[in-house]
């Protein structure tokens, strides 16, 4: 990231970003990732990291959470998919190109599958919240409403369980403390 030359740092993040997914014992991928996620909220419509492949990737490290369970609980690597979710929201909020290109790279599915409690109400919490800024554009609309009975009964599920679920994780967490 510090590098001065544009090309070499471009080429430079954009392997990064096709290696990392591949990653299976990296301790310091979540760090990664958190200071990605700063960056995408200091700098949401900085240009260099959405067109250097951050949206496949970070589609693909959400994926490998959901489907490889030996990796997610390895590290700090239960972390991540919340991140590549914040990742993708922030860079989206409020840049339609940003959001057409995510929609482009894959992001939506993986995004539901978060939604769908492939984790936790925590990640579902972040992928509403990517998969509404996805939606908020005309230009992105009808990529996202192909999913929309799901995703309006995924929310809705989500909204009215939600402080159950939260208080049940609690108690739970205080019977063990």
Not at 33 to 49: H, I, V
């Amino acid at each position: 990231m510090k590098e001065r030359n544009p090309s070499i740092r471009s080429n430079g993040i954009k392997n990064y970003f096709k290696k990392m997914p591949l990653v299976d014992e990296d301790q310091e991928l979540v760090l990664v990732l958190s200071g990605l996620w700063t960056m995408a909220m200091s700098q949401p419509n900085e240009k260099e990291l959405p067109s250097l492949g951050i949206f496949e990737c970070m589609a693909s490290l959400i994926n490998k959470g959901i489907n490889n369970k030996s990796w997610l609980h390895k590290n700090q690597n239960i972390y991540i998919p919340y991140y590549a979710a914040h990742i993708i929201g922030s860079y989206t909020m409020n840049n339609v190109e940003f959001a057409m290109k995510a929609l482009d790279c894959g992001v939506l599915v993986p995004l539901l599958e978060l939604l769908k409690g492939q984790m936790t109400w925590v990640e579902q919490r972040v992928a509403i919240r990517a998969i509404g800024h996805l939606a908020s554009y005309e230009k992105t609309f009808k990529g996202v409403a192909i999913y929309e009975e799901e995703i309006v009964k995924l929310a809705m599920k989500l909204a009215s369980t939600c402080l159950e679920v939260v208080y049940k994780e609690v108690q739970l967490i205080r019977s063990f403390g």
